[in-house]
C-alpha cells in the first residue's frame, strides 16, 4: 500500500495528503477545542479543497466532482490490494482490462509504463500470442512510421500508420475535438472526423482531417438530404481535408443507421451537418447516391475529381461476403479501385449501440482483415490498395498483430479517449459523461482542459510509436510494413503451438482470377461465383 502511495502524481498526491492532515487536524482540534470549532475547521478545509479542485486543470474528475472525485483516486489505488487477494486481476475487466487503461494513462501523462515482476499474462493459456525476435536485431532512428496513400493520386498523403478512429462532433464534446486534433496536430497523425462532419472545432489548431462521408451526406446534403457536389467540393478542396472515406458500416452497429434525437441536434451540430436544429437528424441504414457495386465505384470518382485528385477509400465492416466479392468484381470489371480501404472489426465502435448488434452483427476484425486482404491478393489489386483497420487496437502489440494481419495501418478510437482522461463509464450515450468526452453539456465539458489533454493524446501517440519501434527491432526489421504472419506464434493447446501463418487464411497472388477455386478456402468457393459487379445481393 505504501509503495501504491508512492506512486501516485505529486499533485495528486499532495492533495491526498493534506486532506489526511486536514482529517487529523479536525480530530484533535474536537478533542482540544470542541465540536463547533473542529467542525468549522474541517468545512474550511473542505472548501479550499474544492476551491483547489475547480481551479486546476489536470484531472478533469475533480473539476467536474470537486472534493467528492478524491474518492476516485483513493480507491483506486487501494482497489488493486483488495482485488489481488479477494477479487479479480487487471486483466479481467471488459471491455477493456484495468491494466490495459493504466497504459494508456502513463504513456498519455509522459509517464513511465515499465512493469515489475513478469509478465501478468497466462503465457501456458490457450490463445496466447507472441513476436519472434532475433538475435540481430535492428537500430531504427525514428518511430515515425508512415504509409503513402493514394501514390497515383495529385494529392497523395503520407499517413502515420497510428491514427484517429472516426467519432463525431455530437458524439464527443467540442473540446475533445479539439483537443484529439490539436494532439493530432502536434504528432502529425491523421484525425477522421466520424460521419458528424467537419465541425468548426475541428478548424481550430488545424490538424489533418479524413473527412467521413456516411449514408446521411452530413455537410455535403441538400435540402431532401441527398448528396450535394457543390458542397462537397467546397468542404473536400480545403487543405486541412487529406482523404475522403465514404462510410459503408461501422462496427459498432454495421448496416443500421441511426438517429440523432431533435433536443440533441444544437445549433453548432446542425451547422457542421447542414441539417435544421432542434430536428430529429437520420442516418440512413443505406446510401442513395448508389445502390450497386459499379455504381460505388462510379461515385469514388466522382469524389476524387470534386476534391482536387486527394485519396478516396470507404470503411466497412464486413458483413455477406458475397457483398464485399461484389465491390472487388467491380474493381475488376470498371477498372476503378479505391485508395484505401478501411476495415471495422465488429468489436469495436465508440458508439453507442443496441446490445444485439455490438454483440452479435458484422465479422471481427481478425477475419473481416484477413478476408479483405486474401482477396485483394488473389485478384491482385493488393498492390494497388492501402488497407487501414481498427478495432480494440490499444498497445504496439495490437498495431504489430493488424500489421501481421494485413494491415497498413491501424486506427484507434477508445485509446484516444482515455488519453482524453475517459475513465471508461460507459455512459457516452446518456450525456453525464464524468470527464466532459462525450458531453454536450457545458458544465460537464469544461472538465475537459484542452491544452493539457491535447499534450496527453500526443504522448499517448508518440509512445506507443516508440514502443512499437522497440517491437520492429527486436524482430530485426527495417519498418512495420515488414511484419508478416510468419513473425507471429499462437498457443493453440497446451503442448502446440503454431506460427500464425499457419493458422489464418491466405491466398496465392492472382489466384482468385483464373477461376479455378478447388484450392481456395470455403469462404471463396462458395460465394466467390455468388458475387455480381452490378448488384449487392445474390
Request: with cysteine.
Amino acid at each position: 500500500m505504501v509503495s501504491r502511495l508512492s506512486s501516485l502524481a505529486p499533485q495528486r498526491f499532495a492533495t491526498l495528503a493534506v486532506c489526511a492532515l486536514g482529517l487529523l487536524a479536525s480530530a484533535i482540534s474536537w478533542f482540544w477545542l470542541g465540536t463547533g470549532l473542529a467542525a468549522g475547521l474541517l468545512f474550511a478545509l473542505l472548501v479550499a479543497v474544492g476551491i483547489h479542485d475547480v481551479v486546476q486543470t489536470r484531472h478533469a474528475i475533480l473539476r467536474n466532482y470537486p472534493v467528492i472525485g478524491h474518492l476516485r483516486f483513493l480507491f483506486e489505488y487501494v482497489r488493486p490490494e483488495v482485488r489481488q487477494y479477494f477479487i479479480e486481476s487487471d486483466s479481467e475487466a471488459a471491455p477493456f482490462s484495468r491494466a490495459q487503461r493504466s497504459l494508456v494513462y502513463q504513456r498519455a501523462k509522459g509517464e513511465p509504463d515499465n512493469r515489475p515482476f513478469g509478465t501478468q499474462l497466462d503465457v501456458g493459456q490457450r490463445g496466447y500470442e507472441w513476436i519472434n525476435h532475433s538475435m540481430m536485431p535492428t537500430h531504427l532512428a525514428s518511430s515515425d512510421f508512415r504509409v503513402t496513400i493514394g501514390e497515383e493520386r495529385p494529392q497523395p498523403y503520407e499517413a502515420s500508420i497510428f491514427n484517429l478512429s472516426a467519432m463525431s462532433f455530437g458524439s464527443l464534446s467540442a473540446n475533445a475535438i479539439m483537443a484529439l486534433n490539436k494532439g493530432a496536430k502536434l504528432g502529425h497523425f491523421a484525425h477522421d472526423t466520424g460521419e458528424g462532419s467537419i465541425s468548426s472545432y475541428h478548424r481550430v489548431h488545424g490538424g489533418d482531417l479524413i473527412w467521413e462521408i456516411g449514408s446521411g451526406y452530413f455537410g455535403c446534403r441538400d435540402e431532401q438530404g441527398r448528396f450535394c457536389p457543390e458542397r462537397f467540393a467546397a468542404n473536400a478542396r480545403d487543405p486541412q481535408v487529406k482523404m475522403i472515406e465514404i462510410k459503408l458500416s461501422q462496427g459498432a452497429k454495421p448496416g443500421h443507421g441511426g438517429i440523432l434525437p431533435a433536443p440533441k441536434v444544437t445549433l453548432e451540430i446542425a451547422a457542421a451537418r447542414g441539417v435544421a436544429p432542434w430536428v430529429d437528424c437520420i442516418s440512413p441504414s443505406a446510401h442513395s447516391a448508389f445502390s450497386t457495386p459499379v455504381g460505388m465505384m462510379e461515385f469514388i470518382v466522382k469524389l476524387r475529381e470534386l476534391s482536387g485528385g486527394k485519396p478516396v477509400g470507404f470503411k466497412l465492416c464486413i458483413g455477406h461476403p458475397w457483398e464485399w466479392f461484389g465491390l472487388v468484381k467491380a474493381m475488376l470489371a470498371t477498372g476503378v479501385t479505391p485508395d484505401f480501404i478501411v476495415v471495422d472489426g465488429a468489436e469495436g465502435g465508440t458508439g453507442a449501440a443496441p446490445l444485439e448488434f455490438s454483440d452479435h452483427v458484422g465479422a471481427p476484425l481478425q477475419e473481416g482483415l484477413l478476408l479483405v486482404h486474401n482477396t485483394l491478393v488473389g485478384t491482385g489489386l493488393r498492390s494497388r490498395i492501402k488497407i487501414g483497420c481498427a478495432g480494440k487496437v490499444i498497445t504496439a502489440f495490437d498495431i504489430v498483430r493488424m500489421m501481421a494481419l494485413g494491415g497498413d495501418w491501424c486506427n484507434a478510437g477508445r485509446g484516444f479517449m482515455m488519453a482524453l482522461g475517459c475513465i471508461q463509464a460507459q455512459t457516452c450515450h446518456t450525456g453525464m459523461c464524468p470527464t466532459g468526452v462525450t458531453t454536450q453539456d457545458p458544465l460537464r465539458e469544461r472538465a475537459l482542459v484542452v491544452p493539457d489533454k491535447a499534450e496527453r493524446v500526443f504522448n499517448f501517440h508518440r509512445s506507443t510509436l516508440i514502443a512499437l519501434k522497440d517491437l520492429v527491432q527486436a524482430a530485426g526489421l527495417e519498418h512495420p510494413r515488414g511484419i508478416t504472419a510468419h513473425h507471429i506464434v499462437r498457443r493453440i493447446s497446451d503442448t502446440e503451438v503454431r506460427l500464425l501463418s499457419n493458422l489464418v487464411m491466405q491466398v496465392e497472388p492472382g489466384s482468385l482470377l483464373s477461376g479455378k477455386l478447388e484450392n481456395q478456402h470455403n469462404v471463396f468457393k462458395l460465394y466467390w461465383p455468388l458475387a455480381k459487379a452490378e448488384r449487392f445481393g445474390v
